[in-house]
């Protein structure tokens, strides 16, 4: 028998504009996958549930408030990485209090989801991106 594989839980969330952008966030220096575009989310800690971590992790990345019933989730990514597998629900967001900013050093863009593809994002979140199209359209 194998070795067991260790399971990361990764919450994402595309966080959709009144123009029906979306915000991605670029991996600063430092970091695995530096220099990539994500979707913005992160890991769940011991204990707690993907929607009250993905609203942690919103607070603390961008500084915007979400409440729980403004989270839908949308799809998820199964991926193998060469040291874990990544399973990362994507929820979307249209309501949230306060404006987006980096409070990580990372950089920030709005961006329509048909040009998603044009970015270099991680193995992970490049499955998202069709149903993110098929939602709200190129």
């Known amino acids: 028998m194998s070795d067991p594989v260790k399971l990361v839980l990764v919450v994402a969330c595309a ?34 549930r993907p929607e009250p ?14 409440k729980e019933p403004c989270l839908a989730p949308l799809t998820f990514a199964s991926h ?16 949230w209090e306060g404006t987006p900013a980096s ?7 709005w961006i329509r989801p048909g040009k998603l593809r044009e970015l270099s994002m991680p193995p992970a979140d490049e499955p998202l991106i069709p149903a993110l199209i098929d939602l709200l359209g190129a």
């Open 15 to 48: 966080l959709i504009d009144a123009d029906n952008r979306i915000l991605v966030s670029q991996r600063p220096e430092g970091k695995a996958l530096a220099g990539l575009w994500e979707f913005p989310g992160g890991k769940l800690e011991a204990g707690e």
């Open 103 to 109: 409070r990580e050093g990372q950089a920030l863009k």
């Open 80 to 95: 193998a990485y060469p040291d874990f597998h990544l399973l990362m629900p994507l929820y979307v967001c249209r309501r």
């Open 53 to 66: 971590a993905l609203i942690r992790e919103l607070a603390e990345e961008l500084g915007i408030t979400v």
